[in-house]
């Protein structure tokens, strides 16, 4: 088939005919397809591509100017621009990858859980040192959150008493952290 019976099938496009699009298609698909094949390289998408394409085709059909040119080059410049479109539209792979170095990672580095451990240590080996009621009442108060009137009830002292002991305890801690 020429480009003459194309360019006369689109302008029957162009005035709706069912049929003639029908013909159209039969005639051009192979040679749409393969462009898009060539571009996506992946047989279904090429294949819905191709259905986009036709679809432009459908809706732009009174566009085409049979005397600006042969109707292939038409036609082929909607099957490489559709696929275009479908391939820019894909996400890279490589943007993928890079996303995922971008994930903050919520564990410590090694580095910080050593730091932190010795830094444990060093807390434990200090609070050996102070009396074992002040130090189960700092451990209370700072660790598991208990206020001080608590502590100053469970260790059956007056509240200034043991606002006293914390404050006194955590300076010692303070000295031994310091050493």
Do not use: H
Not at 66 to 81: C, D, K, M, T, Y
């Amino acid at each position: 088939m020429n480009g003459e019976d194309i360019a006369e099938l689109i302008g029957r496009v162009a005035l709706g005919d069912r049929e003639a699009f029908v013909g159209l298609y039969r005639r051009t698909s192979p040679k749409l397809f393969s462009i898009c094949l060539r571009i996506l390289k992946d047989r279904i998408e090429a294949e819905e591509v191709l259905q986009e394409v036709y679809i432009k085709v459908w809706q732009r059909a009174s566009r085409f100017a049979a005397a600006a040119g042969p109707p292939s080059p038409w036609l082929a410049a909607i099957a490489r621009n559709q696929s275009i479109d479908t391939l820019r539209s894909r996400k890279p792979v490589a943007d993928e990858l890079d996303s995922a170095y971008d994930l903050a990672d919520d564990e410590p580095s090694p580095e910080q859980q050593t730091v932190t451990r010795d830094e444990g240590r060093r807390i434990d080996t200090c609070m050996e040192e102070l009396e074992a009621d002040k130090a189960t009442a700092v451990r209370e108060a700072y660790v598991e959150g208990s206020s001080y009137q608590e502590l100053a009830d469970r260790f059956g002292v007056p509240l200034n008493t043991m606002r006293t002991w914390l404050r006194r305890s955590l300076l010692k801690l303070r000295e031994c952290m310091e050493r």
